[in-house]
């Protein structure tokens, strides 16, 4: 999917939500795991079903599959499959922040780009170009390096600042951007960061961001609105736990579309002028 085809989804749906599929064994309706062999696909279908017309994109996060065994990466292969063919449309992040040496970073690329046939692929950027350039070479699909995350850890590296002044984080959006372009390099941004993203702006004003933090991680999404939306809209904002887990009952997809909905009506107000 290229950067013109999202903005376009973006702008048809009235949405910019992404919908994370961190599906946990245990804290999925308890009736699925009595009734289903595969409880975690069944799950994932229903929600998929339930918030695809609410939302642009899917996030399933890989820690939650592979924690499961074999069972659960074949979980995840089909859910991919599902969204594939089922919602065409959708933009299909695998969250797996990948981050190594040249020869392992093309395995994990051949992995979540000709097999899983994932849109995009989150990259841990620490060792730098060669262990990302891997991703950067298939056309059409895209890297979505980390750059400022929400979690309290983060100020221990990506605010640390060198002699002249420049915090780690802004040196990742600096240097990432020679090797490739907006049309295949986004950048992950925690939504509680706030003001933060003014100072991303600043750097890499046309990428797209990805956003997760809001919900049940207490982020706000007229503050990333605010401070992150550019010409394109530019932002990816995720909500996994508020969506997924809204309900816990035989109506746990019901209650996954109403807050999807939610999300997706104050969406459509912050993208009128788009529209």
Known sequence: MTKQELFENIKKKKSFLCVGLDTDINKIPSHLLDEEEDPLYVFNKAIIDATARYCVAYKPNTAFYESYGVKGLVALEKTMEYIRTKYPDQFMILDAKRGDIGNTSGMYAVSAFEHLKASAVTVAPYMGEDSVKPFIKYPKKWVILLALTSNKGSADFQLSEDKTGERLFEKVLRKSQEWATDEQ?????????????????????????????????GGSLAE????????????????????????????????????????????????????
């Open 224 to 275: 990333v609105v605010k401070y992150g939306m550019n010409s394109q809209c530019g932002l990816l904002v995720n909500s996994s736990r508020a969506v997924i887990y809204a309900d816990n009952t035989r109506e746990f997809a019901f209650a996954a579309a109403v807050e999807a909905k939610k999300v997706q009506a104050e969406m459509a107000g912050y993208l009128e002028k788009f529209i």
């Open 185 to 217: 390099l986004m950048y992950v941004v925690g939504a509680t960061q706030g003001k933060m993203f003014s100072d991303i702006r600043k750097i890499a004003p046309d990428h797209f961001l990805l956003v997760p933090g809001i919900g049940a991680q």
